[in-house]
């Protein structure tokens, strides 16, 4: 992004709080990410070796292709209905749908058949990498959506990796018999610094004295959008975060493949919070889906039979083992994504419970 748009931006953010008061977490994750022209999701390289993060599916083809399969049987215990809609929220650059599709087309060729591609992007630049990464894959032509809401009924699978991360939270603490709320308001010489100011909606969860406490709206309204759907369906999260409940602060921003100072260029870094696990399996409910899990990505994935899988893919590809074997660890590392990195399924209680839960 040009110096030009991050300045701009910045000056729109100062602006806002000059005119409204102290800004939310939320409303300024909402600006720095999701802003129409100087967002950080408008930019073209964001994910992959040569920009700010890699997630699993650019690591390991074997993540994707085991997900495929997890789509595959959960499709099957649905009764296999035809079409199916295969929904993925926030897909990056593709990469996990692709390696889905090529999957399932080899060897669940009824499933690839039923399955109706849909993408939930609103980035412009994401969505032309995504449409590069599954050209020639799908069944029928792959759709695009601003939001889940606008994917149309019927039975769906669901998949979003690293998404749940990137939705805006707000951050509360409880000191001296009140909450306050941690905001951004500007100093005395005109920057942006983290700042706090009585709360008007006090959170649910409590938290200790002078402990954080993040909220996430958007989960709230996910959940809402999947249980207004018609037709069962089977939504996979994978994220990081804790699976039980936990108070602190997680907002946290990556450029380069590094922590950065959240305020320093707003829409310049990818800006994400852990995603607390505990309470969102509790908002399912509510909405009376069941939930599955959470479960460590490493145990998800070992379950799914990722070793046998790597191991077929190095014996086929001996001058590309070493990497193969490298990649797969580095996904149920424990000391890292394998432990950091939680899986939690939400269905309709109609369903049967699907592997490795079941």
Partial sequence: MPESERRTLRQRIKDEIKRDGPMSIARYMEICTADPE???????????TGGDFVTAPEISQVFGELIGLWC????????????????ELGPGRGTLMRDVLRTVQRAVAPFHAAAQVDF????????????????????SPPSWHDDLADVPDGP????????????????FAFANGDWQERVIALDADGNL??????AEAPPEAAGGQGGIVETRAGEDALLGTLAARTGSLAALFIDYGPAEDAAGDT??????????????EPGAA???????????ARKARAHGFAVDGPT???????????????????????????????????????????????????????????????
């Fill in 38 to 48: 100087a967002g950080y999701w408008q930019r073209a390289a964001t994910i992959g």
């Fill in 72 to 87: 595959a049987v959960t499709w099957q215990q649905m009764g296999a209905p035809d079409p199916v809609r295969l929904i």
């Fill in 120 to 139: 939930a992007e609103l980035s412009r630049p994401l969505r032309a990498a995504q449409e590069a990464a599954v050209a020639g894959l799908a069944a």
């Fill in 156 to 171: 769906a699978l669901i998949i979003a990796n690293e998404f749940l991360d990137a939705l805006p939270i707000r951050q």
């Fill in 193 to 198: 610094h983290f700042a706090s100011r009585p």
């Fill in 251 to 264: 907002l946290q921003a990556m450029q380069r493949h590094g922590y950065v100072d959240p305020l320093a």
């Fill in 270 to 280: 990818d800006l994400t919070a852990h995603v607390h696990f505990a309470a969102l």
């Fill in 296 to 358: 460590t990505q490493a145990e998800f994935l070992g379950a799914l039979g990722l070793a046998p899988r790597a191991s077929r893919l190095m014996a086929a590809n001996p001058a590309q083992a070493a990497a193969i074997e490298l990649a797969a660890q580095r996904l149920v590392a424990p000391t890292g994504m394998g432990s950091l990195f939680k899986v939690l399924c939400v269905r309709s209680p109609s369903l049967p419970v699907p592997p490795p839960w079941g």
